[in-house]
């Protein structure tokens, strides 16, 4: 079964760091492009980080660069989001999404709150 299941999100202060998971089973990561995206209240889907397949060549978007990395572990097959100087601006639900071709699989999201 097909599966991807964020985690890590939660409550930080601006300025604070999180790093998110997004684990895959059914599938693996490598051979796949793996993105990040967040979505604001109000406001529509954003990509924020991507990672390529197998070469492993990142993107970000320019809101993040800087300031977040994302990073794949081929042995645990997950996907991470480090994050770090957040700010309230960063405050979403972000979701991972794994796609190749027609193929494409996404988590049900996981919180992510800045604020003091």
């Known amino acids: 079964q097909v599966q991807l299941v964020e985690s890590g999100g939660g409550l930080v202060q601006p300025g604070g760091s999180l790093r998110l998971s997004c684990a895959a089973s059914g599938f693996i990561v490598n051979n796949y492009l793996m993105t990040w995206y967040r979505q604001a209240p109000g406001k529509e889907r954003e990509l924020v980080a991507l990672?390529?397949?197998?070469?492993?060549?990142?993107n970000y978007s320019d809101s993040v660069k800087g300031r977040f990395t994302i990073s794949r572990d081929n042995a645990k097959n997950t996907v991470y989001l480090q994050m770090n100087s957040l700010q309230p601006e960063d405050t979403a639900v972000y979701f991972c999404?794994?796609?190749?071709?027609?193929?494409?699989?996404w988590g049900q999201g996981t919180q992510v709150t800045v604020s003091s």
């Open positions: 990672i390529s397949s197998a070469g492993g060549i990142t």
């Open positions: 999404r794994a796609g190749v071709g027609r193929r494409v699989y």
